[in-house]
């Protein structure tokens, strides 16, 4: 178990990593002397603000992304749930990413390096390789198609259209992971306004004076420490749920929803882990958390 958690502690950081180094590489690419042609010149007919849909397709998995009247992102599937709108416009980048060779697909062997030979082919042919482990990202109308790494100047190739394309493989680790590595790092939806909440401890709702109250001797201070604690808190990472022992279960009443926002406690050593199997998802929090928003004193 505790090897499992370090392996995604890592993997976090290496997201991280990835992250910080997608930015270099497109400063990098924007000094004076140094610019190369981007994708967005070369493969869009809009502009990449007016990108409304994202689509990420890696082993069998589909995840799909809109964004919303007011520029944030949601994921629609496999689940609803907000996006983590910084790591989404990480890969939008990948729309404008540098690109240091070009062949036409024709000429090269496209199964050795990842990619199918024409991106002219038959549904069947197309069913065949969403089943792969091939990853596919589409920007609305434009489908790009990832292929391996070259293993003599480390680009990756990617696919649009007829042409093959080689850029830095810095995006890849972001696409080719868990979804729950796209989903907002907040416990609760951003503009949400908490009903009630039932901890394991004590259940805190309204009073007929609409005063804030617990059911057990707590101060007014920590309730609202509480309160604040579940609109403002987030997980340092969000992973595939896997089953465990449950430890208790807490439930978030929402203004406007009928049913509650079910979070079951699944270990409390070394973090705290919440989990919403509903989702598949689960979120990963400093165990400071607990005292704060699960059983405070």
Known sequence: MTTLMNNKNLLNLA??????????????????????????????????????????EHNGRRTKLEKNADNQWQITEPVSIAANNFRINSILKLANAPIHNRYPISELDAGKIGLRRSAASSSVEKSSERSTSTTIVSFGDTVLRFGIINP??????????????????????????????????????????????????????KDDNGRWQSNIDISADAI??????????????????????????????????????????????????LARPELGLEYHLDIEAYDKLIAPQ
């Open 15 to 56: 997201l991280l990593l990835v992250v910080a180094a997608l930015a270099l590489i497109i400063y990098q690419s924007e000094e004076p002397g140094t610019e190369l042609d981007r994708i967005s010149n070369i493969n869009f007919d809009y502009e990449l603000a007016d990108i409304t849909s994202l689509v990420i």
């Open 152 to 205: 003599a100047t480390n680009l990756r190739y990617i696919q649009i259209g007829e042409t093959v394309y080689t850029i830095e493989d810095v995006y890849y680790p972001l696409l080719s992971s868990h979804f729950g590595t796209l989903v907002s790092l907040g416990l609760l939806p951003e503009d949400s306004t908490i009903d009630k909440l039932v901890l394991i401890n004590q259940t805190i709702s």
């Open 224 to 273: 609202a420490a509480t309160l604040e604690g579940w609109k403002t808190f987030q997980a340092f990472g969000i992973h595939e749920y896997m089953q465990r022992d449950q430890l208790g279960e807490v439930f978030v009443y929402l203004k406007g929803k009928e049913k509650p926002i079910s979070f079951q406690i699944t270990d409390t050593a070394p973090w705290l882990i």
